[in-house]
């Protein structure tokens, strides 16, 4: 996955993302301009390499099959294709991820917004954005230490003092994250309400702590702020349903399960090979355990594959052995039974879902989901021992 960051300077124009939001909203696709700078001095020592990334992207699409030279037709493929760059979007205060899949020098002003032409602004890339994520709103200090020393720069950790960058920048993360592997579309969400943020900002304070936060998937932050806030509106009502409240904390808890077993399967497959090659079925579908970098299987799988004797002795004497054989098991045996009596049309109970959400959040208990993601941050490690 290639990763690329633009500074984007509120002085052009105050409203940028609002502005590119409004069009992406409305046609399901935008252009957003690089604007040349007017410094003659400012080269990019890197833009060979941002124009092979950029043919590369566009060849692999298919997105710019041309009606006319100037006119691209970005064709439906194009906009849901494999093949896409994330663009971070930042003015230091705020941080956005654009899902990029084409980028052209051909005026694409018809699907940007007006201020672009307005101003005759010089653009000398546009990139076309299917899907954008906001990330960080009005919070520098987030920005700086959450995000941008997670980005290297030519090996080294992005500087936000004293640089002499230019942009586009191709960057790196220390700890990578694939913003848009889910199929929904994000860009409906981007500002998320007031009420969306001081949930997150209790569940940081209260359960989680930044750092933790940080390392979870983004999906996982986004079910589990659903489903607490419908919980939280829902808590008096007896008659209410949760069956909804239930899937998101499943799906939280699906997420991190499967970004720990991959960690876990690509460590332990350095000691044994032969696990890549551990046979199982989903549905009727045979897969190896190869096989689950791109597929995610369901939850029962693990179960089955962690009783697995070359897993078992891979982990012997290990600090994880004990969670990967019985504790994780237990939970998910937990997850799956509530889940498909919610599944199977039995609305849960109140108690049911008040003690899902105990052990997910870590009210009154240490929280289940903190424990997968510590897990899987420990087996990361580079220098962690197996």
């Not at 020592?45 to 692999?60: T, V």
């Not at 230091?92 to 002003?109: E, G, I, P, R």
């Amino acid at each position: 996955m290639h990763n690329i960051l633009i500074l984007y300077n509120p002085y052009y124009q105050s409203d940028v993302i609002e502005q590119h939001l409004k069009i992406l909203i409305s046609k399901g696709k935008v252009a957003f301009g690089k604007i040349k700078s007017k410094r003659r001095d400012m080269i990019n020592s890197h833009e060979a390499e941002l124009e092979k990334i950029y043919e590369d992207l566009n060849l692999s699409n298919q997105s710019l099959k041309a009606e006319s030279p100037k006119t691209p037709n970005l064709t439906p493929r194009s906009l849901d294709g494999d093949k896409y760059l994330q663009l971070f979007l930042t003015d230091y205060s705020n941080l956005f991820v654009a899902k990029v899949v084409a980028v052209t020098s051909d005026d694409m002003s018809e699907i940007a917004p007006e201020y672009y032409k307005e101003k005759r602004l010089d653009v000398e890339k546009w990139f076309i954005i299917s899907d954008i994520r906001e990330l960080v709103r009005n919070d520098f200090e987030c920005v700086r230490d959450d995000y941008l020393a997670n980005f290297t720069v030519s090996g080294h950790t992005y500087a936000v003092y004293g640089n002499a960058y230019v942009y586009p920048l191709i960057i790196k993360m220390k700890q990578e994250t694939l913003y848009f592997e889910d199929e929904d579309k994000f860009y409906p969400d981007v500002y998320k309400s007031a009420e969306f943020l001081e949930i997150k900002r209790n569940l940081i304070r209260y359960c989680f702590g930044r750092s933790l936060i940080n390392l979870m998937h983004p999906d996982s932050i986004e079910n589990i702020i659903s489903a607490e806030i419908e919980y939280l509106d829902n808590i008096a009502n007896p008659l209410y349903d949760f069956s909804s409240v239930v899937v998101k904390y499943s799906k939280t808890m699906e997420q991190e399960i499967y970004a720990f077993a991959k960690v876990l399967i690509e460590r332990l497959a350095k000691i044994k090979p032969s696990i890549l090659k551990i046979p199982y079925e989903v549905q009727g579908t045979s897969f190896t355990v190869s096989d689950i970098f791109e597929n995610k299987p369901n939850l029962g799988t693990y179960k089955f594959l962690f009783k697995n004797r070359l897993i078992q002795d891979a982990l012997e004497g290990n600090l994880l052995q004990n969670y990967v054989a019985r504790t994780l098991p237990k939970v998910i045996t937990e997850l799956q039974d509530l889940r498909n009596e919610t599944v199977h049309a039995k609305a849960p109970t109140h108690a049911d879902v008040t003690k899902l959400r105990a052990k997910i959040v870590g009210a009154t208990c240490e929280s289940v989901l903190a424990k997968v993601v510590k897990a899987r941050a420990e087996a990361g490690k580079a220098n962690y021992i197996f």
